[in-house]
Nanobody
Framework: QVQLVESGGGLVQAGGSLRLSCAASGSIFRVNVMGWYRQAPGKQRELVAT???????NYADSVKGRFTISRDNSKNTVYLQMNSLKPEDTAVYYC???????????????WGQGTQVTVSS
């Protein structure tokens, strides 16, 4: 099992910045991809950004150039630096840890409890 604890959410004005953190514990050796997803009211959960164990990153088009994902393997922590925030970024942000096969089949999937990010206009 892998446990994920998020922190760093809050209320910010449009154009502001926030940094989310996600600390992982437990069977970390099983994880090769970590990422952030978000879910706004009435919408489906969507990918924000992911980072692999070797540092490869992937971003949703809506956040490219504004958000940066990073991970500190020594601390088992993944970060999401969010700049130039917009009201449409308002959502609950969830940390995800995943073990995948070489063919990218999801073998294990873990989620944090979520942290609210609210961007006021």
């Amino acid at each position: 099992q892998v446990q994920l604890v998020e922190s760093g959410g809050g209320l910010v004005q449009a154009g502001g910045s926030l940094r989310l953190s996600c600390a992982a514990s437990g069977s970390i050796f099983r994880v090769n991809v970590m990422g952030w997803y978000r879910q706004a009211p009435g919408k489906q959960r969507e990918l924000v950004a992911t980072v692999t164990s070797v540092g490869s990153t992937n971003y949703a088009d809506s956040v490219k150039g504004r958000f940066t994902i990073s991970r500190d393997n020594s601390k088992n922590t993944v970060y999401l630096q969010m700049n130039s925030l917009k009201p449409e970024d308002t959502a609950v942000y969830y940390c995800n840890a995943r073990r995948t096969s070489p063919g990218r089949i999801v073998l294990d999937d873990y989620w944090g409890q979520g942290t609210q990010v609210t961007v006021s206009s």
